[in-house]
């Protein structure tokens, strides 16, 4: 009787997570660009002498809006919070696979653009840069580096 209750069960429990029609993206009710901001979201720690120095955010707009991808730029949102409140070394310091950024927005807290994007700090500072695309290159890789004189380096990488 006890195989008949075990059989009973396992075929049940089967048989009603078979038909869940729900998936994870649904839970992002606000806008559907908020599920993939966070696919494409990612977050670095500069530490120096085993402290915190900065937090890095960075999220590929190319990937998550049809209005950012273009064959023209990459365009991305890039978070900088210092601990003490030092200068923007950092963020001016920006390449993307060795190259200089083509512009530099600074971003409000305000903006729809930052909205949009389910993992930010509300103490960083947000900025949409836009790097050219070369189309010569054929790495597979987009490495956002970021460089300071006395902390080193950060690197944030992110698929084509």
């Not at 006890?2 to 839970?27: R, V």
């Not at 083509?102 to 729809?112: D, G, H, P, Q, R």
């Not at 949009?116 to 490495?143: C, H, Q, R």
Request: with cysteine; charged share 25%.
């Amino acid at each position: 009787m006890n195989k008949f209750y075990s059989l009973f069960f396992i075929f049940f429990s089967i048989f009603f997570t078979a038909c869940n029609p729900t998936t994870s993206l649904e839970h992002f009710s606000n806008n559907p660009v908020d599920a993939y901001s966070v696919q494409y979201t990612k977050k670095r720690d500069i530490l120096f002498n085993k402290e915190l120095k900065a937090m890095l955010f960075a999220t590929y707009l190319n990937k998550i809006s049809t209005k950012y991808n273009t064959n023209e730029v990459y365009s991305f949102v890039i978070g900088v919070q210092y601990v003490n409140n030092e200068d923007d070394e950092l963020i001016k310091s920006v390449t993307l696979n060795g190259k200089k950024p083509l512009s530099f927005i600074n971003l409000k807290k305000e903006s729809k653009l930052l909205k949009n994007i389910s993992l930010k700090n509300n103490w960083a500072k947000y900025y949409l840069v836009d790097f050219t695309k070369d189309k010569d290159d054929e790495s597979n890789k987009l490495n956002l580096d970021f460089s300071h004189s006395t902390w080193g380096k950060a690197l944030i990488s992110f698929p084509k």
